[in-house]
Nanobody, 124 residues
Framework: QVQLVESGGGLVQTGDSLTLSCEAS????????MGWFRQAPGKEREFVAD????????YYDAGVKGRFTIFRDNAKNKLYLQMNDLQPWDTAVYYC?????????????????WGQGIQVTVSS
Protein backbone atom coordinates (compact mmCIF):
# COMPACT_ATOMS: atom_id res chain seq x y z
CA GLN A 1 0.00 0.00 0.00
CA VAL A 2 1.44 3.34 -1.02
CA GLN A 3 1.47 6.41 1.22
CA LEU A 4 1.41 9.87 -0.36
CA VAL A 5 2.53 13.20 1.09
CA GLU A 6 2.08 16.51 -0.71
CA SER A 7 4.28 19.57 -0.27
CA GLY A 8 4.97 22.92 -1.91
CA GLY A 9 1.68 24.70 -1.38
CA GLY A 10 1.26 28.21 -0.09
CA LEU A 11 -0.01 31.72 -0.70
CA VAL A 12 0.83 33.35 -4.04
CA GLN A 13 -0.40 36.25 -6.13
CA THR A 14 -2.30 36.17 -9.40
CA GLY A 15 0.01 35.27 -12.25
CA ASP A 16 2.60 33.58 -10.03
CA SER A 17 3.91 30.05 -10.42
CA LEU A 18 4.09 27.22 -7.90
CA THR A 19 5.21 23.60 -8.07
CA LEU A 20 3.59 20.96 -5.91
CA SER A 21 5.34 17.73 -5.03
CA CYS A 22 3.96 14.40 -3.91
CA GLU A 23 6.31 11.87 -2.37
CA ALA A 24 5.32 8.22 -2.37
CA SER A 25 6.46 5.53 0.03
CA UNK A 26 5.53 2.00 0.96
CA UNK A 27 5.05 0.75 -2.55
CA UNK A 28 6.62 0.58 -5.98
CA UNK A 29 5.88 4.04 -7.33
CA UNK A 30 6.24 3.04 -10.96
CA UNK A 31 3.36 0.58 -10.54
CA UNK A 32 0.87 3.42 -10.13
CA UNK A 33 -0.85 5.82 -12.46
CA MET A 34 -0.94 9.13 -10.63
CA GLY A 35 -3.27 12.08 -10.53
CA TRP A 36 -3.82 15.52 -9.05
CA PHE A 37 -7.21 16.69 -7.81
CA ARG A 38 -8.34 19.83 -6.02
CA GLN A 39 -11.21 20.82 -3.80
CA ALA A 40 -12.35 24.36 -3.13
CA PRO A 41 -14.53 25.22 -0.11
CA GLY A 42 -18.11 24.13 -0.67
CA LYS A 43 -17.28 22.34 -3.91
CA GLU A 44 -16.72 18.75 -4.90
CA ARG A 45 -13.26 17.35 -5.47
CA GLU A 46 -12.35 17.87 -9.12
CA PHE A 47 -9.85 16.37 -11.50
CA VAL A 48 -6.80 18.43 -12.45
CA ALA A 49 -4.37 16.14 -14.26
CA ASP A 50 -3.06 12.62 -14.41
CA UNK A 51 -0.08 10.69 -15.73
CA UNK A 52 0.58 7.09 -16.61
CA UNK A 53 3.03 4.82 -14.81
CA UNK A 54 5.92 5.56 -17.12
CA UNK A 55 5.04 9.21 -17.58
CA UNK A 56 4.36 8.69 -21.25
CA UNK A 57 0.77 9.89 -21.28
CA UNK A 58 -0.68 12.91 -19.50
CA TYR A 59 -4.21 14.26 -19.41
CA TYR A 60 -5.51 17.60 -18.16
CA ASP A 61 -8.74 19.23 -17.25
CA ALA A 62 -9.56 21.89 -19.82
CA GLY A 63 -9.39 24.61 -17.20
CA VAL A 64 -5.71 24.03 -16.48
CA LYS A 65 -4.41 22.76 -19.81
CA GLY A 66 -1.62 25.00 -21.02
CA ARG A 67 -0.99 26.42 -17.54
CA PHE A 68 -0.30 23.28 -15.47
CA THR A 69 2.14 20.46 -16.16
CA ILE A 70 2.13 17.08 -14.45
CA PHE A 71 5.32 15.04 -14.43
CA ARG A 72 6.97 12.36 -12.36
CA ASP A 73 10.39 11.07 -11.38
CA ASN A 74 10.10 7.34 -10.72
CA ALA A 75 13.69 7.15 -9.49
CA LYS A 76 12.82 9.62 -6.72
CA ASN A 77 9.29 8.27 -6.09
CA LYS A 78 7.88 11.74 -6.71
CA LEU A 79 5.02 13.28 -8.61
CA TYR A 80 4.92 16.97 -9.47
CA LEU A 81 2.44 19.59 -10.60
CA GLN A 82 3.95 22.74 -12.04
CA MET A 83 1.37 25.51 -11.99
CA ASN A 84 1.89 28.70 -14.00
CA ASP A 85 -0.21 31.85 -14.33
CA LEU A 86 -2.17 30.99 -11.22
CA GLN A 87 -5.59 32.59 -10.85
CA PRO A 88 -7.83 33.13 -7.83
CA TRP A 89 -10.13 30.32 -8.97
CA ASP A 90 -7.20 27.91 -8.66
CA THR A 91 -7.43 28.35 -4.90
CA ALA A 92 -8.13 24.96 -3.34
CA VAL A 93 -6.71 22.07 -1.38
CA TYR A 94 -4.70 19.99 -3.83
CA TYR A 95 -4.47 16.21 -3.48
CA CYS A 96 -2.31 13.64 -5.19
CA UNK A 97 -3.75 10.19 -5.76
CA UNK A 98 -2.64 6.81 -7.03
CA UNK A 99 -4.25 3.93 -8.83
CA UNK A 100 -2.57 0.70 -9.92
CA UNK A 101 -5.20 -0.15 -12.50
CA UNK A 102 -6.95 2.64 -14.35
CA UNK A 103 -5.17 4.47 -17.16
CA UNK A 104 -6.22 8.08 -17.73
CA UNK A 105 -8.40 8.14 -14.64
CA UNK A 106 -10.34 11.35 -14.09
CA UNK A 107 -12.82 10.45 -11.36
CA UNK A 108 -11.92 10.41 -7.65
CA UNK A 109 -13.54 7.01 -7.33
CA UNK A 110 -11.02 5.55 -9.73
CA UNK A 111 -8.12 6.24 -7.37
CA UNK A 112 -7.27 4.00 -4.44
CA UNK A 113 -4.76 6.02 -2.44
CA TRP A 114 -4.74 9.68 -1.46
CA GLY A 115 -2.48 12.19 0.18
CA GLN A 116 -3.71 14.44 2.98
CA GLY A 117 -3.90 17.47 0.72
CA ILE A 118 -2.13 20.81 0.67
CA GLN A 119 -3.53 24.32 0.49
CA VAL A 120 -2.87 26.59 -2.47
CA THR A 121 -4.22 30.12 -2.15
CA VAL A 122 -4.03 32.65 -4.98
CA SER A 123 -4.71 36.24 -4.00
CA SER A 124 -6.10 38.76 -6.47
Amino acid sequence: QVQLVESGGGLVQTGDSLTLSCEASGGTFSNYNMGWFRQAPGKEREFVADITKDGGITYYDAGVKGRFTIFRDNAKNKLYLQMNDLQPWDTAVYYCAATPDVVVATSPGQFDYWGQGIQVTVSS
